[in-house]
């Protein structure tokens, strides 16, 4: 059974750090492409961040290219998503997801239909 968890969701001060996590199971991890979207209410899944683990490139939404990191530890089957300098504004539900490798996948922000796999989401909510 394919399984993504996230985890690492928290209450933060602006200006603070979290570092979310997302272990998956039940397929082969470096074949595929990761990528982080965050959700509010109202409001279309926006991808936040990608990583593709067959060559390592990575993709960032504008806003968030100079205060977060995606990366993995390719051993834990775990993929992360460092977030600083945090603002109200990225307050959301972030989701894991994985989907296939696609040619320049990671040269353009994520599409939420290309993502094959989904975890459940972990709250992320940043005080002024």
């Known amino acids: 059974e394919v399984q993504l968890a996230e985890s690492g969701g928290a209450l933060v001060q602006a200006g603070g750090s979290l570092k979310l996590s997302c272990v998956a199971s039940?397929?082969?991890?470096?074949?595929?492409?990761f990528a982080w979207f965050r959700q509010v209410p109202g409001k279309e899944r926006e991808g936040v961040s990608s990583?593709?683990?067959?060559?390592?490139?990575?993709y960032y939404a504008d806003s968030m290219k100079a205060r977060f990191t995606i990366s993995s530890d390719n051993a834990k089957n775990t993929v992360y998503l460092q977030m600083n300098n945090l603002k109200p504004e990225d307050t959301a539900v972030y989701y894991c997801?994985?989907?296939?490798?696609?040619?320049?996948?990671?040269?353009?922000?994520?599409?939420?239909?290309?993502?094959?796999?989904w975890g459940r989401g972990t709250q992320v909510t940043v005080s002024s």
């Open positions: 997801a994985a989907g296939p490798y696609i040619t320049a996948m990671t040269l353009r922000a994520p599409r939420p239909d290309e993502y094959d796999y």
């Open positions: 039940g397929f082969t991890f470096d074949d595929y492409v």
């Open positions: 990583i593709s683990l067959n060559d390592g490139t990575a």
